[in-house]
């Protein structure tokens, strides 16, 4: 607990807003085209067209495919999205419909305290 | 129950999928339900992770079964160099790809939940896993931990339920492991979802000595042990003792081999103990058990055999100073390497601690002849029950061997010598009993054979001297139907020494 405690208390008191001028190099893990794989790369495309125009990279990997992948980036859940740059390496799990939370997973909008 | 004579058992017992756990198979009646998942649940350190992987090294290298593991806790670096320590690596068997390591972490900082998912990238690993090497048995350990990096338990608690029925689907026999949670067998009531088979462990402190519990709570179409079975670890992995459950299949041995006093030989049949047979010293402190025990172990190294001794009352060095003092000397024997003592506090570990050091002892160093020295100190580390199993279960180990083994036991009591507390003389063949008796201010040794299977045996209390030359069994002196023993014995023989005008042939002395 008190290292997600101590990222929430820091990341508010930063200088730059989160997100600035990084390229995105995003990955997104699903399972077959079906309607949640489908929903999730909608929601994702519509994040990056808003925030990250021109800095952002999209690499969709479906594990029926190559399920000898799911063990790098330690997948459990799908669909998940994995941010590999900038680093620190994020994880969000889901179809990527809660924008306000898949922006603040992304760090592209501060963490606020009553987020969890 | 209603027509059992009309109706012939039509169901099938469940197949099942031996363990390879020494007991374990025995309690289940072969083994885990095959094809199905098995809840193993326990406190910390109760010896899950070691079951689960036993369970998959064992069907790996004898049952032609390959496994996989799935670690949620440890890493694959740690796992490996534990299970290493404890002789069980998997490294050979996974370089065969009859076994393979996953571990899946479980991070919960990292994680942020933004919509519907579910858990397929966890499904499509297992499979991919599973169907790598043609696995037929998985270990889960412990997807508790999910728990703790997904919060929506709603939609965690119906994967999981889809997660176990695929696996019986897929046919795979499975042990998902469960740390026990509070008024619950596991701390997010996985035995909801597991039903067909549970095993519980328990690692308990009494006493301050720290013992192990295995107990298969229930097993579905399946009959098996309700009882808690103590069990140990050491190097060769987990043995679980069942109490109940002992074969007697033993071959025995018409050969015979001397108790190392030849008057005492006289008595069990004129050649001794049989090979391979188990014998109880009974008797109170002081009455002589240690010197008939170092007499056997002797005599043992006199034919050249190798004898292990387990004193657990005082060390090797006070044994063998005791022994000299009445003529017995044990130096040549240790210096040879024949004769090997272990000394160790019954309280320096726990009882599976002191069987397993046995069993390893005896098993590593072959010695035809053993002693234990007292038996009944080890009441010390366990209650009754477990002393009587663990004893049962070294007793048929040791008669498997072919190994002869005399045990004493100190009675408490000198009124009723014959009740040995720990009521273990059925597994015995043969009972001394040796008595010090205080009679008209003079304390008398005696010793008779309370039993001896298979041979005849005298039934005379015969008084006997420990002297510097040694123990000597008194020849039976009656006098009006009688049997005299002490002062009244001496007497006696000095009476007729006399009338027989032979006044230099004296009685004994003590």
């Not at chain 1, 021109?54 to 992948?69: F, H, K, T």
């Not at chain 2, 297992?126 to 043609?134: N, R, S, T």
């Not at chain 2, 070294?394 to 008669?399: E, V």
Request: hydrophobic share 40%.
């Amino acid at each position: 607990m008190s290292p997600k405690s101590a990222r929430r208390a820091r990341k508010p008191g930063k200088a730059r807003a989160a997100g600035d001028g990084d390229f995105y190099d995003l990955r997104l893990y699903i399972a077959g085209q079906t309607a949640r794989s489908l929903a999730a790369l909608a929601n994702l495309q519509k994040i990056c067209d808003e925030h990250l125009e021109g800095r952002y990279r999209i690499e969709v990997i479906d594990l029926l495919e190559r399920p000898q992948l799911a063990r790098g980036d330690q997948i459990l859940a799908l669909p998940t999205l994995v941010r590999k740059l900038p680093e620190p390496i994020r994880k969000l799990v889901g179809d990527l419909s809660n924008t306000e939370r898949a922006l603040v997973g992304l760090d592209l909008r501060p963490r606020s305290p009553a987020t969890s | 129950m209603a027509k059992p004579a009309t109706r012939p058992a039509l169901v099938q017992a469940v197949p099942k999928s031996p363990t390879g756990i020494q007991g374990l198979d025995e309690i289940t009646g072969g083994g885990l339900p095959r094809g199905r998942p098995t809840l193993i649940c326990g406190g910390p350190g109760c010896g899950k992770t070691i079951l689960a992987m036993e369970f998959l090294i064992n069907g790996a290298r004898e049952f032609n079964e390959p496994g996989v593991f799935v670690s949620f806790e440890e890493t694959i670096d740690d796992l490996t160099q534990n299970f290493a320590s404890l002789g069980l690596d998997p490294r050979p068997l996974a370089a065969r790809k009859k076994l393979s390591l996953d571990y899946v972490r479980v991070e919960p900082n990292e994680i942020q939940e933004t919509g519907n998912y579910d858990l397929d990238g966890l499904f499509i690993r297992l499979e991919h896993a599973i169907d790598a090497i043609g696995a037929k048995r998985i270990v889960l350990d412990t997807i508790e931990a999910l728990f703790s990096g997904l919060s929506d338990t709603r939609v965690l608690r119906a994967e999981l339920r889809r997660l176990f029925n695929w696996l019986r689907t897929k046919g795979v026999t499975a042990i998902v492991t469960g740390e026990r949670g509070e008024g619950l067998m596991t701390r997010h009531g996985l035995e909801e979802y597991i039903t067909d088979c549970v095993i519980m462990l328990d690692h308990r402190v009494v006493d301050q000595n720290a013992t192990r519990r295995l107990r298969v709570v229930k097993y579905r179409g399946s009959t098996h042990g309700a009882n808690e079975s103590p069990f140990f670890i050491d190097e060769s992995g987990i043995s679980v003792l069942p109490i109940t459950s002992l074969g007697l299949q033993h071959s025995v041995s018409p050969s015979r081999l001397s108790t190392g006093v030849p008057d005492l030989d006289e008595m069990v049949g004129g050649k001794g103990y049989f090979r391979g047979s188990s014998i109880l010293v009974s008797g109170t402190a002081g009455s002589g058990k240690t010197s008939l025990a170092g007499y056997f172990a002797e005599a043992a190294c006199r034919r050249r055999e190798s004898a292990l001794y387990f004193a657990f009352e005082e060390s090797a060095a006070q044994i063998t100073r005791n022994l000299r003092s009445i003529g017995l000397d044990l130096e040549p024997c240790l210096r040879k390497g024949l004769l090997q003592i272990h000394a160790a506090r019954p309280t320096t570990s726990g009882l599976e601690g002191h069987l397993s050091a046995m069993h390893r002892l005896v098993e590593e160093k072959k010695p035809r002849v053993v002693v234990v020295d007292p038996i009944s100190n080890l009441i010390a580390v366990g209650t009754s029950i477990e002393v009587k199993a663990m004893l049962a279960r070294l007793i048929d180990f040791m008669k498997v061997r072919q190994v002869t083994a005399l045990f004493t036991s100190l009675t408490i009591d000198e009124g009723h010598p014959e009740g040995t507390d720990i009521g273990i003389s059925s597994f015995m063949d043969t009972w001394l009993v040796l008595r010090n008796m205080d009679r008209n201010g003079e304390r008398i040794r005696t010793l008779d054979v309370l039993k001896s299977r298979g041979m005849p045996h005298s039934n005379q209390v015969r008084e006997f001297l420990l002297t510097s030359k040694g123990l000597k069994l008194l020849e039976v002196v009656r006098d009006q139907g009688r049997v005299l023993i002490g002062s009244a014995r001496a007497a006696h023989v000095a009476v007729d020494a006399l009338l027989a005008r032979r006044p230099e042939k004296r009685a004994p002395r003590r």
